[in-house]
């Protein structure tokens, strides 16, 4: 197989379950942090920001957007997308063991 058809099958799949993954990782951290942090408030909402952060630029790579304020923008190229993705992810899922 050649790169574009790699290319057109990853968008096709990306693009079928984009919904479903974002409101998954947007879901995922607040029923965490009730669970995890409910009265410590300062613990909570901190955990929640942190997760929405990184959920953003997730969501931004997702629909072709600019990745952060002044970031990655879609014509930086794969390599430079998916380095801050990557980062995005690890970010995202280091807020899982946030504690205090």
Known sequence: MDSNNLDSAWLRTRNR???FVVWVLAIVPVVY???HYWGAWSTFFG???GHWMFWQ????YLYDKTIWPGG???EDGKAVRGGVMAF?????MAMFFYFF
Do not use: D, E, F, N
């Open 17 to 19: 379950y984009r919904g």
């Open 88 to 92: 995005a992810v690890v970010g995202y």
């Open 47 to 49: 955990a929640l920001a």
């Open 33 to 35: 942090s009730v669970w």
């Open 57 to 60: 630029a997730i969501v931004a």
């Open 72 to 74: 990655a923008t879609p």
